[in-house]
């Protein structure tokens, strides 16, 4: 059974940094791309950050230059650090994964939702101004 567990989230001052976890269980994170897409009320479902099973990364345009996605291959965790946080990053954030070969970062990004097969339950950032 494919699980993806988020944590990490909470509120925070614009500015601020936080770093979220997702733990991954039912398989092995470098045959599948990953990444973390948000959603905020009213509002798409977005792409954040992606990793590719080749360890290729690519970013959501706002998020260039202050959020970094990364994996632990050896304990099977996703991350994404967040830093110089905006109200407008205020959003749920999901954990998302889609294996079946080697994929890229960039393609996964572009993708988006359509191809992801499993997402973890989301984990609420708020960010006040």
């Known amino acids: 059974q494919v699980q993806l567990v988020e944590s990490g989230g909470g509120t925070v001052q614009a500015g601020g940094s936080l770093t979220l976890s997702c733990v991954v269980s039912g398989y092995i994170v470098t045959d599948y791309c990953m990444g973390w897409f948000r959603q905020a009320p009213g509002k798409e479902r977005e792409g954040v950050g992606t990793?590719?099973?080749?360890?290729?990364?690519a970013y959501g345009h706002s998020m260039k230059g202050r959020f970094t996605i990364s994996k632990d291959n050896a304990n099977e965790i996703l991350y994404l650090q967040m830093n110089s946080l905006q109200p407008d990053d205020t959003a749920m954030y999901y954990c998302a994964a889609r294996g079946g070969g080697y994929c890229s970062g960039k393609w996964f990004l572009s993708a988006g939702v359509r191809v992801v097969a499993q997402w973890g339950q989301g984990t609420q950032v708020t960010v006040s101004s």
């Open positions: 990793i590719g099973s080749d360890g290729s990364t």
